[in-house]
């Protein structure tokens, strides 16, 4: 949270934790990046982990019109200069991707200069990754066992999916097995040197779901969207990528008319596809920006996961699944004008890469107002391709983290202001909290674990050659006697007959009995098990209450401390205006005594010769040693 300091009463900000508390609010960080050159100034002071000052310098405009007051911002979370990429993934990333594995749509963007490090965090340098392949990294190595076969769920193109059949789904590996060894050849595969073994245990994954990663990657180019996961082999210097359509579906998502996006199975392999597309934005979009991003580029993840059936099976059931998105995004540059070189062109770019910012602000200005006063009034979403695309992060419900980097050199100071009055309007913008959309199934919990157990000893059992043959499993007795009747006077087969099936009865009721008896041990195996698991999760219920409740807490507890910390800048600026009021009375002050002391010794009757001296003194202010000697002389 950033907080620029403003008089208001503390009733009106406890209001305005309460309103918070239910509708939740944007979390703001601040990433200082390292200074260029060792002889660049800096403007910017970390006063704690949560609080930057800037300072004016004598170049700024504020500073040359009178403004050279200090301006503390607060954040959410301040990351200093050597803070490495892994700190500012797991502070701003991990908690986003743990809210989409309970079903909530986040969203993660970087603004603020050119040149503050919005690239360098999001996609990172060659082993130092950014946060979309640190994102891809967790997530794969969390769900790694947990995944749903591939093609089993298909998007239809308009933000939904559908279940495929498994024989649909078989012939599409297949298909698609063929195409990536073709992809494979071609001069777009890139070897991923810069995937990191990023292991952090994610909070919401749930062993008895399966999952599927869904991967897409736009460019928001001058108010065009553009598809960087498009295939590009063919596109010539004449041919380009064609621009894509954003639209609303049935629940007022938005989403991509038409974008490519691929199912990924590892992290190897989105890493693969983060590449491709990276390619693309450098071969497409790179000669024209010239080393500073001039565009909005977004990285998309989603996931979606159904539950496992009471047998640990797949679902077969039509959408009995739930999809959640984290969006990564890297806005352009805010000051991309002073940057590029002054060409028609460029300013054209320039001046749209401002417009849909500018459109941004405009929006979330409305937005806050028609949530401050009640209003109905229309936000232009419209007007520009980036706000229509994450209108519904902004209106519907969501969880949405802001990354301000910033460049602390002095010269910046005006723009980093402006960044941060922007960060400011951010902060007054609220988003409803979404609740998790993973609803309970009411299955018993552990079903993958036992539907494998299972598994594994029918396929023991049917491995294992001494249960093969059905005779052996439920063999009452031996083989028959033999039944030759030799002598038709011979009686003792017979009687060895009738033994041998007497025996033969004898021993099937004792298995009948047995087999009775160890039923109803299983049943009452059974019946300890469900009471045990009703008793697991009556505890599991009434543990996910006091998790509410200390989480509700927590809540409370982190607005309350927003809330004071606004209160203590507040009081601190004020402290700081009072002593600078009091400095200036006590001048005034001492400059009134002088001015009665003045008042008050000409008012005493002078001696003649200290009236000569005085009388001189009055015409003639500067007096020099001779003159003085001379005047006394005359005395
Ligand atoms: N925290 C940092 N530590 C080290 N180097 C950094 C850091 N932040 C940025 N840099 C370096 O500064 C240069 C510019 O950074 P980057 O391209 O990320 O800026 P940007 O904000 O994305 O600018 P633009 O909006 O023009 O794309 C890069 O060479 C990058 O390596």
Redesign the pocket.
């Known amino acids: 949270m950033l907080a620029m300091y403003c008089k208001k009463s503390s009733k009106n900000v406890q209001a305005k934790c309460q309103q918070m508390r239910e509708r939740g609010q944007i979390k703001f960080f601040c990433?200082i990046?390292?200074m260029e050159n060792d002889s660049d100034i800096s403007c910017i002071k970390v006063l704690s982990d949560k609080i930057v000052s800037l300072t004016p310098p004598s170049t700024s405009v504020g500073f040359q019109t009178g403004n050279y007051r200090e301006i503390h911002c607060l954040f959410h979370r301040v990351f200093e200069?050597d803070a490495s990429q892994e700190t500012v993934f797991e502070w701003t990333t991990i908690p986003l991707i743990n809210d989409v594995f309970r079903g909530k749509s986040c969203l993660l963007f970087a603004y603020?200069?050119?040149?503050?490090?919005?690239?360098?965090?999001m996609n990172g340098?060659p082993r130092k990754p950014g946060i979309i392949s640190r994102a891809l990294d967790v997530i794969f190595n969390n769900i790694m066992h947990f995944q749903a076969e591939k093609f089993v769920f298909k998007p239809d193109k308009m933000n939904g999916f559908e279940v495929q059949a498994e024989e649909d789904a078989w012939k599409e590996r297949q298909c698609e097995a063929h195409r990536t060894q073709r992809l494979m050849k071609t001069d777009d595969a890139i070897e991923c040197d810069q995937q990191a073994p990023c292991y952090i245990q994610l909070e919401g994954i749930d062993e008895d779901n399966i999952y599927a990663i869904f991967i897409s990657y736009v460019e928001v180019y001058k108010n065009a969207v553009y598809d960087l996961l498009e295939d590009t082999r063919d596109y010539g210097k004449h041919k380009r990528l064609q621009g894509k359509l954003v639209r609303e579906d049935r629940t007022h998502d938005m989403y991509v008319h038409d974008v490519v996006e691929v199912e990924v199975k590892s992290s190897k392999e989105a890493h693969e596809i983060l590449y491709k597309g990276m390619c693309t934005k450098r071969k497409i979009f790179g000669s024209v920006t010239s080393g500073?991003?001039c565009s909005h580029s977004v990285f998309t993840i989603r996931i979606v996961q159904a539950v496992l059936d009471q047998f640990g099976g797949a679902p077969e059931q039509k959408g009995a699944y739930c999809v959640s998105k984290l969006c990564l995004v890297?806005l352009?540059?805010s000051k991309?004008t002073n940057?590029m070189k002054n060409t028609s062109q460029r300013l054209g770019e320039s001046g749209n890469i401002n417009n849909s910012l500018m459109t941004l602000k405009t929006c979330l200005e409305i937005l806050h107002e028609n949530q401050k006063l009640g209003m109905k009034k229309l936000i232009p979403y419209r007007d520009s391709k980036l706000t229509y695309l994450f209108k519904n992060f902004f209106e519907g419900e969501s969880n949405i983290h802001a990354l301000i980097?910033v460049n602390p050199r002095a010269a910046n100071f005006d723009e980093t202001l402006h960044v941060m009055k922007f960060a400011n309007i951010l902060k007054e913008v609220q988003v409803l909290h979404q609740s998790s959309t993973v609803k309970s199934t009411g299955f018993p919990v552990g079903r993958r674990r036992a539907n494998q157990m299972f598994q594994e000893a029918l396929q023991k059992l049917e491995q294992d050659e001494r249960v093969q043959s059905s005779d052996d499993i439920c063999s009452i007795s031996t083989a028959f006697p033999c039944l030759e009747l030799k002598d038709p006077m011979d009686d003792k087969l017979i009687h060895n007959l009738i033994q041998f099936l007497e025996f033969r009865h004898e021993q099937y009721n004792l298995q009948r009995q047995n087999l009775v008896h160890k039923e109803k041990e299983f049943f009452e195996h059974l019946k300890a098990v469900m009471q045990k698991n009703f008793l697991a999760q009556h505890e599991n219920t009434s543990l996910h209450d006091i998790l509410d409740f200390e989480t509700n807490k927590r809540i409370a507890l982190e607005a309350k401390e927003n809330e004071m910390e606004s209160c203590a800048e507040q009081l601190r600026q004020e402290l700081y205006n009072r002593s600078e009021a009091i400095k200036m009375v006590k001048q005034e002050a001492v400059v009134v005594h002088e001015a009665q002391n003045g008042v008050e010794m000409l008012k005493k009757p002078l001696p003649l010769a200290s009236f000569s001296r005085r009388k001189r003194s009055v015409t003639s202010p500067i007096i020099s040693s001779e003159d003085e000697n001379s005047t006394s002389a005359m005395a």
């Open positions: 990433r990046r390292s200069e603020g200069l050119s040149g503050g490090g919005k690239t360098y965090t340098e500073f991003s890297d352009a540059g991309c940057y980097c």
